[in-house]
């Protein structure tokens, strides 16, 4: 009795674990659950590749980023030698004439101010 008990106790505890639970419940539900594990299969397949586009942009902003950074480094040297050449040599600004030639028809009509042209003699 006692080795016999202990035997069957044994198999029925491993026949137990290895069965399923799914063959318990009706086939309505086990269908309804079969779809829903196939639904989150499709999720987590659409977020991995989610977070992969995720990191491929990440990876080209920081590739763009160094390229404008650089570009900028560039013009900022440029614009501070031009600032250097400018002071050097000193510029004349053109001043733009107070008369007033906003319309067409006082620029068609009135003579514009030309330097005297010299004469030889």
Excluded: C
């Excluded at 009795?1 to 063959?23: F, H, K, T």
């Amino acid at each position: 009795m006692g080795l016999d008990n202990v035997l069957r106790v044994n198999e029925y505890a491993i026949n137990n674990s290895n069965a399923s639970i799914l063959d318990f419940l009706p086939p309505e539900l086990v269908s309804r659950i079969d779809n829903l594990v196939t639904l989150l299969k499709i999720t987590g397949i659409v977020i991995i590749a989610y977070i992969a586009f995720l990191l491929i942009r990440w990876f080209f902003s920081i590739r763009r980023h160094r390229k404008i950074s650089k570009i900028y480094r560039k013009v900022y040297e440029i614009d501070r030698k031009l600032d250097f050449l400018l002071k050097r040599k000193q510029v004349k600004e053109i001043k733009k004439s107070s008369k007033k030639e906003d319309g067409l028809i006082n620029r068609l009509f009135n003579k514009k101010h030309s330097k005297p042209k010299k004469t030889k003699k």
